[in-house]
């Protein structure tokens, strides 16, 4: 096929499939948390599964927290183990033995955040009682990466490491060593429009929530090394896709731009998932993978998913949630944020990983969308977020934000 053959071709899939409007505008959202568990004595990263020379492992603590709390355990279509909530929510573990918990959408905020933070607490101290620390930060600050094995050895991600492991190091420590808040919100009757202001909202949502500035025991001179790796471990699948095009397009040509880090040709190297397609050498079902291995700031998969966040403590997810709902949820909150802001691109993310709070231009930004997107919060009413859950964010945005700090500069 032709290049502009091929990007008609997959424009369609990516209509469809990733920027399919919702009428409805339900104005949901959900969230996926992140934690990483070490061990309490030394901070090592704590084994998924025990072995002879450690008898702890979260799995092992899990089966235990769970078995009286009605958890039921189960095992995906790649064999990796996770556990089903009664709420509907689910524990799971991404490559590196990290915890996630991924909760419900819902309408309200309010009962969101109490669900997330109930849990979260819950078992944070279950598991401290066990020797384990839940910790809630970007990155590990503690370990290098030659500490923290595979330990979900599915071929996806040993063909992810593989890849990652011909560019540099920030591949796998991604993999293995980050934790994120994620957010999710509905796509709304527009969703290309809304997935634009949730690219350029990244940076800001990333400085606002830096929470990585160590790791391997020293300072790294970075607010969020979490984004800081991020910026570096595959410029073909992460990031904003091209600002300056409608988004379907935007998306398309970025992932077709991807190296399909699944294959390799003849002579062993990797080639991106247009030059497979020019040959006629690119199936659906391969596009359809291709498709969950880009990481972009804010990916579309039906929903809008941020990846922006780094790990924080439990209560200042209720503040993300809350700004997020106000920024996306709220129409005057939405056009002013749009009024405020520029496209955000690659030299805003750096700068965002970089400096966070400490940029002046970045500090500016992120106090007038606190202000915008508490506004837009309460806009919202009392049915989606609570006048004391309100209430709260706004004393944490004053706590930090509003005083030119992240959670970074407290560590």
């Not at 032709?2 to 505008?25: G, K, M, N, W, Y």
């Not at 202001?197 to 020293?218: E, K």
Request: aromatic share 8%; hydrophobic share 35%.
């Amino acid at each position: 096929m032709t290049a502009p053959s091929i990007l008609q071709h997959f424009e369609r899939s990516v209509r469809e499939r990733l920027f399919d409007p919702d009428p409805s505008d339900r104005q949901f959202i959900g969230a996926e948390i992140e934690v990483l568990p070490l061990l309490a004595e030394n901070g090592w990263p704590c084994p998924l599964e025990a072995t002879d020379e450690q008898p702890r492992s979260t799995l092992g603590f899990l089966r235990s927290y769970g078995a009286s709390r009605s958890w039921c355990e189960r095992r995906s279509d790649k064999g990796s183990p996770y556990f089903e909530l009664p709420n509907g929510g689910t524990i799971t573990f991404e490559p590196g033995g990290q915890l996630e918990l991924c909760t419900v959408p819902g309408g309200s905020v309010t009962d969101l955040i109490r669900r997330t933070k109930g849990a979260l607490h819950a078992l944070r101290a279950a598991a401290f009682r066990e020797g384990i620390i839940l910790a809630s930060v970007g990155i590990d600050p503690q370990n290098p990466i030659e500490r923290v094995p595979l330990q979900l050895p599915s071929p996806r991600y040993v063909a992810m490491t593989r890849y990652f492991e011909t560019i540099g190091p920030s591949g796998v420590r991604m993999m293995r060593q980050t934790a994120a808040t994620q957010i999710s919100v509905d796509p709304g009757p527009r969703p290309e429009e809304r997935w634009r202001l949730l690219c350029d909202l990244a940076p800001y949502l990333t400085a606002i929530f830096a929470n990585s500035p160590r790791y391997a025991g020293s300072d790294t001179g970075d607010r969020s090394f979490r984004a800081r790796c991020w910026r570096s471990l595959d410029p073909s699948r992460t990031g904003i896709p091209h600002p300056e095009s409608p988004a379907v397009e935007a998306y398309t040509r970025f992932a077709l731009e991807a190296v399909d880090m699944t294959r390799t040709d003849a002579g062993g190297a990797y080639r991106t998932f247009g030059e497979w397609a020019s040959n006629d050498d690119a199936t659906e079902d391969q596009w359809e993978n291709h498709l969950t291995t880009l990481f972009p700031e804010i990916r579309p998969r039906g929903h809008l998913e941020l990846r922006c966040i780094d790990a924080v403590d439990p209560d200042l997810v209720g503040a993300a949630l809350v700004l997020v709902a106000g920024l996306v949820y709220d129409p005057t909150a939405t056009r002013e944020a749009r009024a405020l802001m520029g496209p955000a691109d690659e030299e805003m993310l750096n700068r965002a990983a970089h400096c966070a709070l400490r940029d002046k231009v970045l500090l500016s930004g992120c106090q007038a969308l606190v202000e915008i997107g508490l506004r837009g919060a309460r806009a919202l009413g009392e049915r989606i977020i609570e006048g004391a859950e309100l209430e709260r964010a706004a004393a944490l945005f004053g706590r930090w934000t509003g005083q030119g700090r992240s959670p970074a500069d407290a560590r």
